[in-house]
């Protein structure tokens, strides 16, 4: 990949609406951060609601080890594949389009991953309640955290999923750890974890 690849690709995903109007260089740093939170991300890696590719084709290029992009819309996973192709990283990232609240039952998927990156998913208990089916024991839910915001993972809430939190926010991430295997009926039906937050 030649220098100043991704920046163009991230620029293209900002041109068709995927990626918010701040610079590019800063969406970049932005999801560098989630690597550093933890070193080095377990794998495989899954990014949810991965939208225009952050952090996940950011971290994608720069991490070794498979990686799975997810997102429900079309547009967005149509940009993902043209993007993971003339990033020349399509031989270890797959492109999954879906809900999260189906894809994890899927065995294919369930319990199967080191690590879950979610930057603008959703509210934190739809965020843990959709990434914890994903993680295997042991893995790491890393989740973007506005600055300042006060204390949004109740220990109780997190513990019905299997999950604890590991530490204070690092980098402006949340680390949270897959403790024990997320219960059967998680998670609940599509919408249901928007419409009925855990907390």
Request: glycine residues 14%.
């Amino acid at each position: 990949m030649a220098p100043g690849d991704l920046e163009r690709v991230l620029e293209e995903g900002q041109r068709r609406g995927l990626i918010g109007p701040a610079p590019i260089e800063e969406h970049v740093a932005h999801a560098r951060r989630f690597g550093l939170a933890v070193q080095p991300l377990p794998a495989p890696a899954l990014d949810l609601g991965s939208g225009g590719g952050l952090p996940g084709l950011v971290l994608a290029t720069e991490t070794l080890g498979a990686w799975t992009l997810l997102d429900a819309r079309r547009r967005s996973t149509a940009f993902l594949r043209w993007a993971v192709g003339a990033l020349g990283i399509a031989d270890r990232v797959t492109i999954l389009t879906g809900r999260a609240e189906e894809l994890g039952r899927d065995p294919a998927h369930r319990g199967r991953y080191g690590t879950v990156t979610a930057r603008g998913f959703g509210r934190p208990g739809v965020v843990a309640e959709c990434a914890a089916p994903f993680l295997r024991v042991g893995g790491v839910l890393l989740v973007s955290e506005p600055p300042g915001s006060p204390d949004r993972w109740p220990a109780p809430g997190l513990a019905a999923l299997g999950l604890e939190r590991a530490g204070e926010a690092r980098e402006g991430i949340q680390v949270l750890r897959q403790a024990r295997r997320c219960p059967d009926d998680v998670p609940r039906p599509v919408g249901v974890p928007a419409k009925r937050p855990r907390f």
